[in-house]
């Protein structure tokens, strides 16, 4: 007796139609002015029919299922699925889809089907607390949710005060011969059946094109460390634009090959800092990854196509210092964000042929929004001196208007730019095309955020005479020593010079000649020793460091903690530093 997920397979192929009929070909774009015909709506959805009418064969999705199969999938098949899913809530009439799922295939169909259908999608971060992920969902209004199988106990709460949210569950395995998945596979067919039933109008009743390109097509949820987390509103438009800047700023559409891109960066992150959309565009291939695995990601950038990927200047750190790193015989391109990095990380990284491309920017700003533009003059610098430029925060993105730092010593809602001398500290500030809309039912939190009409990030930085910006801290972590500014991110950029040190995190701790002086947390590499009074010693001798920068005290952890996209946990170090709890 056949089963729904045997029967899905063979299904897809009767619910496929040609390529000059309604169904996976590209739609007409929806004209919402009469008689304005060279207008339609932005809207990044359109990039999956597109892709399955110009490649239906290309490769969208090399994916490991949590079955440890190797799953590959067409864009053809990508888009029916996308298709399936967003008839499947148009059926029941889901307008609000949560997502609670790692780095898999359902995960980016999702993004796609949840579009389509009309729906927003509400994208949880699963490293965090059960209360936290239950406040989201609740907060967001969601109608249904998307879960994998391995995150349901983070459900607990949530389904105990909202029984009748329904759940659909993606158990990630492999998909070959009418081997399905299970639960959410079945929606997908339940969509297709019913938009066969309903007249087989496939791509063409769907949005594909929104309605109106300022509608909400995604929550992002900032991750909450110090406060309730705040759900950021990203519209079609704003996603649009900021992913045609990450196809043209990383060099997705580049010539001689499809790009591969290597899905480290969390989807759920930003939407995956509009990635997702950018190389679908491009019709490159995802590589999708369920965790993190420093082997597992040498594996496929020694033995796959992977041309790109993004991730934190952690990640970085630690995919360099694996056992099994070693120089790739083809370049690969990476964009570094989520914290500043260091010149001596992005000198690993090239010597590994991984060319890493410093890109900043925040939830609030769609993921990346300023890039350290590469200059050919640096190349003639010394060493240092280029890394050092490298790892700038750089210029405002193709589609944003150009990044500012404005003073921050003068009454709320005054805008006045800082002199750009690479001296004055100011805070960053952005205005354009991707700033996201404002924070989802909290308009006290909006209207801070664009208090003087520039969306602020909190973010301490210079000016400089190029134009460039570079961060020196958040607010909240300047040390200030005897009337000297102390940025916690230079002296952590000194410190992992030291040939054992991994890692570093800085903080301010109370002292009472100084007011405040800088306290060092770090991290050994694998086979070092070293001790804190080490690393003191040679930072008053050795290092260079300013003899006021100069930490008194060196603490060797095992690991910094750190929040679930790779920053540095600041407000644990400066518990751990007044003799809180490491438990």
């Known amino acids: 007796m056949s089963t729904a997920k045997s029967r899905l397979a063979s299904l897809l192929g009767h619910f496929k139609q040609p390529l000059d009929a309604n169904s996976t070909a590209a739609p007409a774009p929806v004209n919402t002015f009469q008689h304005n015909v060279n207008f339609h709506t ?127 569950v993606d158990t990630d395995t492999d998909a070959t011969e009418g081997q399905l998945a299970g639960p959410f596979d079945e929606a997908i067919l339940e969509g297709l059946i019913h938009d066969r039933d309903t007249g087989a109008n496939g791509w063409s009743a769907l949005e594909s094109q929104a309605a109106s390109e300022d509608d909400v097509v995604a929550l992002a949820y900032t991750s909450g460390t110090t406060a309730r987390p705040k759900g950021v509103e990203y519209t079609h438009r704003g996603c649009y634009l ?26 759920f992150h930003a939407m995956g800092w509009t990635f997702p959309w950018a190389v679908t565009a491009v019709r490159g291939t995802h590589y999708c990854l369920r965790k993190v695995d420093y082997p597992q990601i040498w594996r496929l950038l020694k033995d796959e196509n992977i041309t790109h990927f993004n991730a934190a200047p952690t990640v970085n750190t630690l995919l360099c210092s694996s056992a099994e790193a070693e120089r790739l015989q083809e370049p690969v391109h990476v964009t570094v964000a989520a914290s500043p990095p260091t010149p001596h990380l992005f000198e690993q990284m090239t010597g590994l042929n991984l060319h890493p491309v410093h890109v900043y920017g925040m939830t609030e700003t769609y993921g990346p929004i300023t890039k350290g533009y590469h200059m050919p003059a640096w190349e003639s610098l010394p060493r240092k001196e280029k890394f050092g430029q490298m790892a700038r925060q750089g210029h405002g993105f193709l589609t944003s208007l150009p990044v500012r730092v404005v003073q921050t010593e003068v009454p709320e809602g005054t805008i006045i730019d800082v002199k750009r001398n690479g001296k004055e500290i100011g805070e960053i500030v952005f205005v354009g095309n991707i700033c996201a809309r404002g924070y989802y039912k909290d308009p006290e939190a909006t209207r801070k955020l664009f208090a003087g009409g520039v969306l ?90 300013s003899k006021f920068m100069v930490p008194r005290e060196v603490e060797v952890i095992a690991e910094l903690p750190k929040t679930s996209t790779g920053k540095v946990r600041k407000n644990v170090l400066r518990d751990w530093a007044k003799g809180g709890s490491r438990s």
């Not at 900021?242 to 989807?267: D, K, T, V």
């Not at 602020?456 to 961060?471: E, F, K, N, R």
């Not at 940025?487 to 991994?502: F, G, K, N, R, Y």
């Open 42 to 168: 932005l809207s990044p959805t359109f990039f999956l029919p597109r892709a399955a009418a110009i490649e239906p064969d290309a490769e969208a999705i090399y994916h490991i299922t949590a079955n440890n199969q190797v799953l590959r999938r067409t864009y053809q098949e990508a888009a029916d699925r996308a298709r399936g899913l967003a008839y499947f809530l148009k059926k029941h009439g889901y307008r609000k889809v949560g997502i609670l799922c790692p780095n898999t295939p359902a995960f980016l169909e999702s993004i796609f089907g949840i579009a389509a259908a009309g729906a927003v999608n509400v994208a949880v971060n699963y490293r965090l607390k059960e209360d936290d992920i239950a406040y989201i969902f609740a907060h967001s209004d969601a109608e249904v949710i998307i879960a994998d199988q391995e995150y349901l106990p983070l459900l607990a709460s949530f389904r105990a005060s909202k029984p009748n949210v329904r759940i659909i």
């Open 242 to 267: 900021a992913a045609m800047a990450n196809i043209i700023e990383s060099g997705l559409n580049f010539h001689g090959q499809r790009c591969g891109y290597l899905w480290i960066l969390p989807m």
């Open 456 to 545: 602020h990030s909190g973010d301490l930085a210079v000016w400089h005479p190029d134009g460039a910006i570079q961060i020196l801290d958040r607010a909240k972590d300047i040390i200030i020593s005897g009337g000297e500014n102390i940025s916690s991110v230079a002296l952590e950029s000194m410190l992992v010079t030291h040939p054992d040190i991994l890692e570093a995190g800085v903080v301010a701790v109370s002292d009472s000649h100084w007011g405040e002086r800088p306290k060092a947390f770090v991290t050994v590499k694998a086979g070092r020793h070293l001790e804190g009074k080490d690393v003191v010693t040679w930072a008053r001798n050795t290092s260079g460091i």
